[in-house]
């Protein structure tokens, strides 16, 4: 079986990309269409469009993020293939009708996994070997992919495969990976991760994943406004289109834009628990 590391911009998959070899290392961008979120170096749109094959408009992740796969690259001498689906603004108006949320998370199956999925299916292999990023520790994350697995130990992925005489599409579920949890096996904490990079010529964001993830802590969503107002903007203005929803069911990120901070904060002081994420 080949395997392949999927790497989200953080340390922790990084770590395994350079620790533990792989067969290929892919890399899911999610894309949105806000061009006040454009980065000002236009010779790192160039080259983000060139690896993704069409227009980079803006990512809803930290720029940073775009820097780190570039960088990792270099330092690793191998190849990351770069895979976007259709851009967040579309997925959300068209997808669901509305905003993604805690109960209905659907940006992670529609922007991650389902480009990678038929980056798998575009390189004509057997279902692979997926290194994932789940630290000593993060056990119960580890727990909960597996228990998706199927009768054969593959996770399972629902995508187009065909056209029925109609017309329509045929859709149908494929077994296309096998989870491997290489640091949670070798017991590699937080610690020995960072320790790792300390002296390493690659760059990494603060915090990886979409800037304003609802699954963060609202003071840390907060703060994000400070860091990455365009980007936050963006968040913001989704809610306010007609019948969207909003992305968490306690208040909306106007809301949180308003909140006036008693002190200053820095990233430091959120944990992992605070930050979100995508389960890559």
């Known amino acids: 079986m080949k395997t392949v590391t ?33 980065p000002k170096d236009a010779k790192l749109v160039q080259a983000v469009s060139d690896r993704i094959g069409k227009e980079f408009i803006a990512t809803a992740e930290d720029d940073t993020i775009l820097h780190t796969m570039f960088d990792l690259e270099q330092y690793l001498g191998q190849r990351i293939d770069w895979v976007t689906g259709e851009t967040f603004d579309f997925v959300a108006e068209k ?20 480009p990678m999925h038929r980056w ?44 029925h005489s109609s017309g329509r599409n045929k859709w149908a579920d494929t077994p296309w990976q096998r ?35 609802f699954h963060r802590n609202p003071l840390l969503l907060r703060t994000m406004f400070d860091k990455h107002p365009e980007k936050m903007e963006w968040f913001s203005s989704q809610e306010r289109k007609e019948k969207k929803g909003q992305w968490r069911s306690d208040m909306t990120y106007d809301d949180i834009k308003k909140h006036k901070l008693q002190h200053t904060l820095s990233f430091d002081d959120f944990s992992d628990c605070d930050s979100g994420h995508c389960g890559l």
């Not at 290392?25 to 269409?33: D, H, S, T």
């Not at 997808?95 to 209905?104: A, C, I, R, V």
């Not at 692979?128 to 593959?154: C, K, T, Y």
């Open 6 to 38: 999927s790497v989200s911009g953080g340390q922790s998959s990084a770590y395994i990309a350079a620790n533990y070899p792989s067969d290929y290392l892919v890399f899911a961008l999610v894309c949105i269409e806000d061009r006040k979120c454009t």
């Open 95 to 114: 997808k669901g009708g509305w905003l993604p949320n805690k109960l209905h998370r659907y940006c992670t199956v529609e922007m991650k996994l389902r």
């Open 120 to 163: 798998w299916k575009s390189k004509k292999i057997d279902p692979v070997i997926m290194q994932i990023g789940f630290r000593a520790g993060e056990e119960r994350r580890a727990v909960r992919m597996n228990e998706r697995l199927n009768e054969e130990g593959f996770l399972e992925f629902k995508d187009v495969i065909g056209k």
């Open 179 to 213: 989870p491997s949890f290489p640091m949670i096996e070798d017991g590699v904490h937080r610690d020995r991760v960072v320790e790792f990079w300390k002296d390493k010529p690659v760059r990494f964001a603060q915090r990886n994943n979409c800037v304003g993830c």
